[in-house]
């Protein structure tokens, strides 16, 4: 079974670097991973995505391990705007959603 | 901008009752899906089509149909709803991914949350 792990819940200072992580460890060799961002009563909104490299968008970057088992989100300067809840999904046209993580971008 | 409307934000049925949730998009994708979102589990893939009059199951299909018979328009049917399919729908859309290139974003709307009494 396809699984995606997310911690519950991560904390930063505003400013600073949010890094959140994800566990993709059935990931198939041509499935992509991608993170999207969910504010209150919105929905998910796309953030960026990834095969192998790293990426980077005016957004955040994504960091995806050798292995690919992996991928950590990075927002470079969290504003508190950034609080929301972070997904992780991996797939090919189809998507696999992790459970989210609440990020709370603390003053 | 792509734009995914969903039919209603909020909706209260009963028990037994055949609900009607609809998903249209205006930028001419090939796929659309249907997703529910409870607290602790994510977002749970129920089915998708990748084209007109064609769909598959996701995940959790039990309980639940689909239609498409346009393709901007992507409808989900509870047959008989039940209290156990509380929960928020949210659809999604995304353009059809040529063999070989790079997969593309899905766009979600914002949601409908169905309460089954």
């Known amino acids: 079974d396809a699984k995606t792990t997310q911690p519950p819940s991560m904390d930063c200072a505003e400013g600073r670097a949010a890094n959140l992580p994800c566990n993709h460890s059935t990931i198939s060799g041509n499935e992509y991973v991608y993170w999207y961002r969910q504010i209150h009563s919105q929905g998910p909104q796309y953030i960026i995505h990834g095969l192998k490299n790293n990426e980077t968008n005016e957004m955040a970057s994504l960091i995806i391990t050798e292995d690919r088992k992996s991928s950590t989100l990075i927002l470079p300067h969290a504003t508190l705007r950034d609080t929301a809840v972070y997904y992780c999904?991996?797939?090919?046209?189809?998507?696999?959603f992790g459970q989210g993580t609440i990020l709370t971008v603390h003053p | 901008d792509v734009k995914v409307t969903q039919s209603s934000r909020y909706l209260v049925k009963r028990t037994g009752e055949k609900v009607f949730l609809e998903c249209v998009q205006d930028?001419?994708?090939?796929?659309m899906f249907w997703y529910r979102q409870d607290p602790g589990l994510g977002l749970r893939l129920i089915y998708f089509?990748?084209?007109?009059?064609?769909?598959e199951k996701g995940d959790i299909p039990e309980g639940y149909s689909v239609s498409r018979e346009k393709k901007e328009r992507f409808s989900l049917i509870l047959e008989s709803a039940s209290t156990n399919q509380t929960s928020m729908y949210l659809c999604?859309?995304?353009?059809?991914?040529?063999?070989?290139?790079?997969?593309?974003?899905?766009?979600f709307g914002p949601g409908t949350r169905l309460t089954v009494t």
């Open positions: 089509s990748y084209d007109v009059k064609m769909k």
């Open positions: 999904a991996h797939g090919y046209g189809k998507l696999t």
């Open positions: 999604a859309s995304s353009s059809h991914v040529p063999p070989g290139q790079s997969s593309y974003e899905q766009y």
């Open positions: 930028m001419d994708h090939e796929n």
